[in-house]
């Protein structure tokens, strides 16, 4: 090898970590790029949704208000919500389903914006994937007056695939910090949150068939899809 050739590896060869860098940056980018077209067309989808959306649910419960809230871009709730005030004639009971959306992250953490508000987590647990449903939280909560409520909550893609609670970790960090940078393109991925909240000490086993039956019309209607699945790229745990 001459000396001249050396000249001109030793540049090359101090290049090619700034390009391995600049390649890792381009991936979250095209990956995002298409995902945003889906989302956007799942967003719409959830735009549409109505009071009746809810309609004949089971165990006796049914809508008794319905609205369509929107928010600033930045709000932590989601900039848009669909919510369902429901109640249950066979035991007065009454709880609250929304559809939260969109959020760029592949989770949203429901429990801290519940603890913001000044409601105290006194038990949380991630119920782990089985062959029909998507992992979900079930969250106990109380309050400065000593009232409780249970939160049940999950998140979804744009194609209805539900999505596992993550244990975060370096290399995710990583990844989450490299997608914020597809912001600059317009170009964001898209999930979707389905929540119910119930106030007083109703009956945890109905609320959860309530939720389940709320959780999969709404997904249903949001992704276009009647078929369930979910992501296991986390090992579920509880979260406290």
Same mark, same amino acid.
């Given at each position: 090898?001459?000396?001249?050739?050396?000249?001109?590896?030793?540049?090359?060869?101090?290049?090619?970590?700034?390009?391995?860098?600049?390649?890792?940056? /381009?991936?979250?980018?095209?990956?995002?790029?298409?995902?945003?077209?889906? &989302? %956007?067309?799942? +967003?719409?989808?959830? *735009?549409?949704?109505?009071?009746?959306?809810?309609?004949?649910?089971?165990?006796?419960?049914?809508?008794?208000?319905?609205?369509?809230?929107?928010?600033?871009?930045?709000?932590?709730?989601?900039?848009?919500?669909?919510?369902?005030?429901?109640?249950?004639?066979?035991?007065?009971?009454?709880?609250?389903?929304?559809?939260?959306?969109?959020?760029?992250?592949?989770?949203?953490? /429901?429990?801290?914006?519940?603890?913001?508000?000044?409601?105290?987590?006194? &038990? %949380?647990?991630? +119920?782990?994937?089985? *062959?029909?449903?998507?992992?979900?939280?079930?969250?106990?909560?109380?309050?400065?007056?000593?009232?409780?409520?249970?939160?049940?909550?999950?998140?979804?893609?744009?194609?209805?695939?539900?999505?596992?609670?993550?244990?975060?970790?370096?290399?995710?960090?990583?990844?989450?910090?490299?997608?914020?940078?597809?912001?600059?393109?317009?170009?964001?991925?898209?999930?979707?949150?389905?929540?119910?909240?119930?106030?007083?000490?109703?009956?945890?086993?109905?609320?959860?068939?309530?939720?389940?039956?709320?959780?999969?019309?709404?997904?249903?209607?949001?992704?276009?899809?009647?078929?369930?699945?979910?992501?296991?790229?986390?090992?579920?745990?509880?979260?406290?």
């Amino acid at each position: 090898m001459t000396a001249s050739s050396v000249k001109w590896l030793k540049p090359l060869a101090l290049s090619l970590p700034f390009l391995a860098l600049g390649l890792l940056q /381009l991936v979250p980018y095209l990956v995002a790029r298409e995902h945003s077209a889906m &989302g %956007q067309e799942a +967003i719409q989808r959830a *735009d549409r949704i109505a009071a009746n959306q809810l309609d004949n649910l089971s165990n006796g419960w049914k809508t008794i208000g319905f609205e369509a809230v929107e928010r600033s871009e930045d709000a932590p709730e989601g900039r848009h919500s669909r919510v369902f005030e429901l109640y249950c004639d066979a035991t007065a009971a009454e709880s609250r389903v929304s559809l939260d959306y969109p959020f760029i992250m592949r989770w949203h953490n /429901l429990t801290g914006c519940y603890e913001f508000t000044g409601w105290e987590c006194i &038990g %949380q647990k991630v +119920i782990s994937a089985d *062959d029909h449903q998507w992992p979900y939280l079930i969250v106990h909560l109380r309050d400065n007056q000593s009232r409780r409520a249970t939160l049940f909550y999950s998140l979804f893609d744009p194609d209805g695939v539900g999505i596992q609670p993550p244990e975060m970790d370096a290399l995710r960090n990583i990844w989450h910090r490299l997608q914020k940078k597809t912001n600059s393109f317009g170009l964001l991925p898209t999930y979707f949150q389905v929540q119910l909240f119930s106030l007083g000490m109703s009956n945890e086993e109905e609320l959860l068939k309530t939720f389940l039956e709320c959780r999969e019309r709404i997904r249903g209607a949001v992704s276009g899809s009647t078929d369930t699945r979910f992501t296991l790229e986390h090992s579920p745990k509880d979260a406290k």
